[in-house]
């Protein structure tokens, strides 16, 4: 999205709030955190900063302001990150601004914001609305406010949504002298769209989801330019090899299903998509299964296998979950603390990464995460890992909660 | 039947004192006994309608060391007969969940369901409702104290009657017949008079004395409907204890099923 738009509704917003202003009063939520990372590995490419501690800090505040007994609601959730060694990922977001308006069966939404589909935990298949923020981390879990106008109606036979997205986010990538970047620097200024509307192209969605006894159930379809871009070779003007993002239109349909019984949840998401080339068709199928009250110690442990497949060609943007196992654990010790934690694998033949995260609550409103990426097995010719194979890390992250 | 639910938990006053004494007086065999008498406590809070409080929760541990957990809880009384309550518990504190939401519907012939919200990740999430004995948020109840527990839930018999402070009680011993519960019973101490719980014993499931849950500060509402406003529960086996502190509850506030639709938590905030 431009800027222009962006800070329009950034005015607006704030017009909107101007305006509401002396109604029920203003809620405020959101947290700051300090949250160094730690490289163990001497970095694979020159320029990129040594092993050691990389410093950054988060400031996320949340307000919302609401009337008409909670029906019309304001919310103004700014973004801000400050990191020593990524320019890129230094960064300022509106990872919402929008005005909820609820009317009976009826929800709209007016402005910038996110929206979550999906069921599995290794990857979010159907999730398309928003943009990955790749800054944050790996998981693609982080993502950037999107505009958008939607409006949603409950019935007896399920939701029903429209969504149009006005102005794309462009994917974020690590600068090119930073960790995690990959195998050659992404130059992010000469992203190409294949739509002639670049980046002020109007996407939609639809939605369907319901609740049917044991089952949830969603059906989504999409169609506009692709969240994830291809990456074309390309030379820059000191003559070195860059990776230019190329952003695709697309059409994509989405099912995810949830069937749950006992400790049993079983879950599948699959789409089918057009418009990098050749058709894809992809799948992440599996289950979790939870263990409650271990040997009576209040904990619970959860265990989560998924089968990843994707059949994507050379042509389409790249992928590691190609034909892959997920394998993970998640243990809530169910404590007056919170503490918690979930960890995990992707295996594969030629590359794998593995994930542990461990969280815990420091009183009311202190917090203490630990997050390991790791970076396991990686050939150093074939995987599409390669590029990252000695930028293993871990966060550490303390949050005063506001 | 409610005897044990947290916020559910409800019991009205003007029965008809005929319909109060003929379950007290009837005859028949212990179980008969204690099954009616759990009858009599739903039916005298039937017809609530729904109702919405604020609740404060306290935790303290076996060294005295407080934590706090604050959050809103609504309750629809099942529209179907045979169907269970539907509850909704929005969390304003830890700050760290605040937004997160847990939505439960219970059901009297199959498992409950229950739906928890992540407003970090806007994500609604179905989970195992074969949670029954977890601890609810690190608390010393377990999913299964706080949620609304139909009559069909247990078996019961009445083992006799005896004073409970001023008042005069009931003593049932009632045994979950749901898979999944932490406990191999529960004896439940049911006031006379009004046919609201008193006391609960809780035995885990090699019949120790686990747990205690105190009702405390009953208020009426709509001239029928008793709440407790404070709840204590102690864990012998532990050390620690959760109060619960209840705000003015709301009644009949005009909510309905599509409030409590898994879909409907993605607008709460």
Redo the contacts between chains.
Sequence with gaps: MKARSFWTVSVLTALAWGHAGAAEGVDW?G?VSLEPRFFPHSPQFPGQPGSGMSPSAVFAPEM?LAWNDGDD?L?FAPWARWDADDAERSHLDLREASW?R?RG?W?WRLGLG???W??TESRHLVDIVNQSDRVEDVDD?DKLGQPMIAV?R?TPA??FGVFLLPGFRERSFPAPDARLRGPLPIDTDRAQYESGAGDRRVDWALRW???IG?W?LGMSAFRGTSREPRLLAAIDDGNRAVLIPRYDVITQVGIDA?Y??????WKLETLARRGHGGTIEALVAGFEY?L??VR?A?A?LGLLVEYLYDDRDQTAPPTIYDDDLFLGFRLSL?????TAVLGGAVVDGNGSLAVLEVER?L???W?FEAEVRWFLGVDADESLLAGFRDDSFVTLRV?R?? | MRIATIVVLPLCLIASVLGAERTAGAAGSPADRGREIAEEVDRRDAGFGDSVVGLVMT?T?SDG?E??RRLTWRTLEAAVPGDGDRSLAVFH???????TAFLTHTHVDR?D?Q?LYLPS???????????????F??SDFAYEDLLSDEVEKFDYEWLRDESCGSAQCFLIDRRPRY??S?YARQLVWIDQKEFRPVRIEYY??RNRHQKTLMFEEYRLYLGRFWRAHLMRMDNHQTGKATLLSFSEFDFQTGLTP?DF????LR?L?
């Excluded at chain 1, 749950?260 to 949840?265: D, F, I, P």
């Excluded at chain 2, 504190?93 to 937004?99: F, K, S, T």
């Excluded at chain 2, 639709?261 to 409907?264: F, M, N």
């Design positions: 939520s947290y919302r609601r919310t909820l609820v069966p929800t996110r929206v979550f999906g069921v879990e949603e409950w399920g939701t989801s319901d609740a044991n949830d949830q749950t019984e006992g400790a049993w949840l939870t409650f009250n009576e209040a619970d169910n404590d007056t603390d919170g609550r009183g009311d409103v917090k949050s909660y506001l | 935790l541990s060391r934590r706090r504190e830890p700050r760290d969940m605040e937004g498992e369901d739906w990740l806007k994500r609604v999430k179905r989970i195992a409702s074969a949670n029954k004995s977890s601890a948020v690190g898979a999944g932490g885990d499931r599509q639709e898994p879909d409907v607008r905030r």
